[in-house]
């Protein structure tokens, strides 16, 4: 141990100085702070409940990256700026032994992705410098002083990765189309919009770029513009770079993309070593004796709306590939080489839960890491001999741990002095059995004053996809906000996993396949059963509402079923037909319905809503965002339009500048102020 501490303080003597002098000072203002707390003692005793108000009061964590030398852990944290009205994000550093922790960066909108240098010198991370529009990467020296900009670029940087000799960068770059004059938008790919991201122009694709450090300059390593190339990631020999790269910005319209290695220098041809599906998000790492290349893979394009990530691996100097978690018959969502690339450790989402495993790659046999209970890991990450992840459960919200001998243990409590304030609902697993027969899972949320016996009003909020899940993950932003929200009002909320979601197999996901607001309408209507029959729920006072997917079968299910007397559709849509080219699932369209003009039928049937909207009796209030190109807003201007003209009460709130996700804080508190709203309005908690 002794030996460990003063590897730490020679490598890095002026951040311990530093984290040092943060500790004096919180010794100094200790007495303090202990005679104040005394006086407090019995005003905190007393908990409270969560309003729409402590959205500005989490601090979410995300990126951890373990240090080479083992020893650190950096990572980010955003938090919402009131005053500013925008997110805004610090780089943070917490020790292996959870003894300090500081933050390097102050909080700035769009600071991110920190990265260590492989000789543990530097930590670089991108950020947007003074007077420039454009997210530079910035450069922390680990012997001390201020962070200094790196790279001077005019377009996107996108992924980035060290060079193991730590003298050169890979990063890969979309052109910028800003200009003092607005230009026409030229098309012509299939795949032709991007929520965020918006038209995607010909000529503007993503390109590969390698980075000299102590040059201070770029060049272009690939430059064909009928590519677009991401996620460079170096070997361990620092000899050649894997990336992905696709014709498309996005999957191909096979829905693979490929996997190529090329050398680092200018003029080198990429060599295309394995074209896989692509995943719902890629991740590629060589192991780090160099033999191998790790990545992940999806299914064939029909099932696009329904594929859970497989583990894979392929010889590094080509060769047939290796899956590696079949068995599982669950979705990988993250996971790190171990140093002596034996083993993988991942992060499997099962059944309302995402747990740590390990993957030994010499038999294939799966090892489940950590104790057995609801909790939700993510974001693994391996250096040193150490792996980090973010851990949260349903008393939680994230923060980073370490994974010790099968074991976690917390390192950081960004949020425990707000959670200590609340009294949150308790969350219990149900299940229960659908119209059909089929064993459908789920939570319940109780409110925090929860009286067996009694029953409550209920809310059914679903979740979005369906590719995912309800977890045992405490989420304090955004949409998921709501459930413990509505449980502090007084409101049982119940969080159904349906068929179509992940985390129960691939033939539970694809059950909906072609199908869609039949067989999910069965469960969520199953589960509302479940609760009444229970004497949970009242049958007379029955709320529904969700977003995204979840508002799409908002409208399927008030379509469905009159019980309902409030309805909250956010980033919706029940006219599927009017769909097709508006949004930015096309590839999944051709494949899984056929296009309108073969498959007339089968659309109008997935768009039951909208055709038949004169059986909603539902108040239902449509929300979304003017520049969403996931869920375009006119699926809620259109059911907006129907009930009125039906006499329905429906409210339209349209949120603008903003995407699928809500990114302006008080827009997302606005949002949960007008569901909350609207469910006092037409479904008061009190009896």
């Known amino acids: 141990m002794g030996q460990e501490q003063g590897r730490r303080r020679r490598v890095i003597p002026a951040l311990h100085e530093r984290a040092n002098t943060l500790i004096k000072i919180a010794a100094s203002l200790l007495g303090w702070l202990c005679a104040a707390g005394a006086m407090a003692t019995e005003a905190t005793a007393v908990q409270r409940t969560l309003t729409p108000d402590d959205f500005y009061r989490v601090q979410d964590l995300s990126d951890p990256q373990v240090s080479p030398d083992g020893w650190w852990v950096a990572y980010v944290v955003t938090t919402n700026d009131r005053e500013a009205d925008e997110a805004r994000s610090a780089i943070w550093m917490v020790s292996w032994d959870g003894s300090q922790r500081l933050a390097l960066t102050p909080a700035a909108d769009g600071t991110a992705k920190p990265r260590w240098s492989p000789d543990g010198r530097y930590l670089a991370f991108l950020a947007t410098p003074s007077g420039s529009d454009k997210a530079q990467v910035m450069l922390l020296d680990r012997r001390g002083g201020d962070a200094r900009q790196l790279t001077s670029v005019s377009g996107d940087i996108g992924e980035y990765a060290w060079a193991p000799d730590s003298k050169r960068l890979a990063f890969t770059m979309g052109q910028s189309v800003a200009g003092p004059t607005p230009k026409p938008i030229v098309i012509d790919a299939l795949h032709f919009k991007q929520d965020e991201d918006g038209y995607l122009r010909a000529g503007l694709g993503r390109h590969l770029y390698l980075f000299d450090v102590d040059g201070n300059h770029s060049e272009p390593l690939t430059a064909d513009p009928e590519f677009n190339e991401d996620l460079p990631t170096w070997s361990p020999d620092g000899r050649r770079i894997a990336f992905i790269r696709t014709h498309e910005q996005g999957a191909d319209r096979d829905g693979r993309e490929d996997i190529d290695v090329i050398e680092p220098q200018a003029g080198a041809t990429p060599r295309t070593i394995v074209r896989p599906y692509a995943p719902n998000t890629q991740k590629l790492a060589w192991s780090p004796d160099g033999t191998l290349i790790a990545y992940l893979q999806g299914m064939e394009p029909k099932f696009n709306a329904y594929m859970q990530d497989r583990l894979v691996v392929v010889p590094a100097a080509g060769g047939g590939s290796r899956s590696l978690t079949d068995k599982l018959d669950r979705a990988v969502m993250s996971y790190a080489f171990a140093a002596d690339s034996a083993s993988i450790m991942i992060a499997v989402e099962d059944d309302g839960r995402i747990y740590p495993a390990r993957v030994d790659l010499a038999s294939g046999a799966i090892a489940r890491q950590a104790a057995a209970g609801p909790l939700v890991v993510s974001a693994l990450s391996a250096g040193g001999g150490h792996t980090a992840l973010l851990e949260s459960n349903d008393g939680a919200l994230a923060e980073v741990y370490a994974l010790e001998a099968g074991q976690l243990r917390k390192l950081t409590a960004h949020n425990d002095a707000f959670l200590a304030e609340l009294q949150l609902g308790a969350v219990e697993d149900i299940r229960f059995k659908s119209k059909d027969g089929a064993e459908i899972h789920g939570l319940i949320v109780k409110p925090p004053s929860f009286v067996p016996g009694r029953k409550y009003p209920t809310?059914?909020?679903?979740?979005?996809?369906?590719?995912?899940?309800?977890?045992?993950?405490?989420?304090?932003?955004?949409?998921?906000?709501?459930?413990?929200?509505?449980?502090?009002?007084?409101?049982?909320?119940?969080?159904?996993?349906?068929?179509?979601?992940?985390?129960?197999?691939?033939?539970?996901?694809?059950?909906?396949?072609?199908?869609?607001?039949?067989?999910?309408?069965?469960?969520?209507?199953?589960?509302?059963?479940?609760?009444?029959?229970?004497?949970?729920?009242d049958a007379d006072r029955l709320g529904i509402g969700g977003w995204s997917y979840g508002g799409i079968l908002t409208d399927y299910t008030i379509a469905s079923d009159i019980r309902f007397k409030a309805a909250i559709s956010g980033a919706g849509s029940a006219n599927q037909l009017a769909t097709y080219g508006s949004d930015e699932y096309v590839l999944q369209y051709n494949n899984e319905l056929g296009p309108?003009?073969?498959?007339?039928?089968?659309?109008?049937?997935?768009?039951?809503?909208?055709?038949?909207?004169?059986?909603?009796?539902?108040?239902?209030?449509?929300?979304?965002?003017?520049?969403?190109?996931?869920?375009?807003?006119?699926?809620?201007?259109?059911?907006?339009?129907?009930?009125?003209?039906?006499?329905?009460?429906?409210?339209?709130?349209?949120?603008?500048?903003?995407?699928?996700?809500?990114?302006?804080?008080?827009?997302?508190?606005?949002?949960?102020?007008?569901?909350?709203?609207?469910?006092?309005?037409y479904l008061p908690p009190a009896g």
Request: proline residues 5%; hydrophobic residues 40%; aromatic residues 14%.
């Open 596 to 681: 309108p003009w073969k498959s007339t039928a089968l659309w109008l049937k997935v768009s039951y809503p909208f055709f038949h909207a004169d059986r909603i009796h539902t108040p239902t209030l449509f929300m979304g965002g003017d520049k969403d190109f996931n869920v375009p807003i006119n699926g809620g201007e259109q059911m907006y339009q129907a009930l009125r003209t039906l006499g329905v009460p429906a409210q339209l709130i349209v949120y603008p500048g903003q995407h699928h996700v809500f990114t302006r804080p008080s827009f997302v508190k606005d949002l949960a102020d007008r569901m909350s709203g609207w469910l006092d309005r």
């Open 459 to 537: 809310v059914l909020w679903i979740h979005g996809g369906p590719n995912g899940q309800d977890e045992h993950s405490l989420v304090l932003d955004g949409y998921q906000f709501e459930p413990q929200m509505f449980a502090a009002k007084g409101f049982v909320v119940l969080r159904v996993n349906y068929r179509g979601g992940s985390g129960r197999g691939a033939a539970f996901a694809k059950a909906i396949f072609a199908d869609w607001g039949h067989k999910e309408v069965g469960d969520l209507l199953a589960g509302v059963n479940y609760l009444v029959a229970n004497g949970i729920a």
